[in-house]
Each structure stands twice: as C-alpha cells, then as structure tokens.
C-alpha cells in the first residue's frame, strides 16, 4: 500500500470515528432532555408534586377547622343551637324571625338548605 492510500484510510477513520461520537452524543442528549427520566418528564412531575402539597396544605386546614368546629359542638352545648339557627334555620317554637328586606350575601346560601314551610314563614315576616 502506498503512504496515500494510508493516508486515506486514516481520514476516513477519523471522520467515521468523529461521526459515530457525534452521534452518540446527540442521543444520549436527546435522550436524557426527552426521555422517560427526561428533563421534561422531571418538569412535569415537579408540577404535579407542587399541586399535590397544595391540595393536602388546603386539605389539611380543612381537616383543621373540622376538627376545631367537632370539639366546639363536644364541650359546648350551646353551640348546637347556634350552628341549627345559622344552618338550618331553625327556630324555637313560638318565635318569630324578621329579615331585613334586600337580599344579603349569605342568604342564597343559607336559603339552599330551608324547607318550604320555613321560606313561608320567612316571607310572611317581610
């Protein structure tokens, strides 16, 4: 063989070696942006795990005031009169309720859970 030939083949090795390095590594960058364990796939699991702590934060105050509000209604008799009239409605007997006229922003829901004979009652006294 001549020095030429040699010559040729060695270029040709380099750039075959340079190219199949080249390669690789366009895979394994393409695999590690977006592949199973990606970074994308990191993104939206950092999202997802975000969302999640705030659902339980909320969850957890909610937890929080129930529990607050049981012991309330357990020590405090008096209490469950108080939740029946602002929930409920009700009233004992041989008393009246009067209600300003104009609707009031905690009327619609409190006028969800009345019954009929109850809004009756209520209109009679407007």
């Not at 040699?6 to 590690?32: D, E, G, M, P, Y």
């Not at 795990?49 to 937890?63: G, V, Y």
């Not at 209600?99 to 009031?104: F, S, Y």
């Amino acid at each position: 063989m001549t020095k030429e030939r040699k010559n040729k083949k060695a270029i040709w090795k380099k750039r075959i070696f340079f190219s199949l390095t080249i390669f690789l590594v366009l895979v394994v960058f393409a695999a590690s942006f977006f592949g199973k364990r990606g970074w994308l796939e990191i993104r939206k699991t950092q999202k997802k795990k975000a969302a999640l702590l705030h659902q339980i934060k909320i969850m957890q105050e909610r937890r929080d005031k129930l529990i607050k509000e049981i012991e309330t209604l357990k020590n405090y008799p008096e209490a469950y009169e108080k939740e029946a009239r602002e929930k409920l409605w009700l009233m004992k007997p041989g008393e009246k309720v009067l209600v300003e006229e104009g609707p009031l922003p905690t009327q619609k829901k409190r006028e969800e859970g009345v019954s009929s004979n109850q809004k009756k009652n209520i209109k009679k006294y407007q």
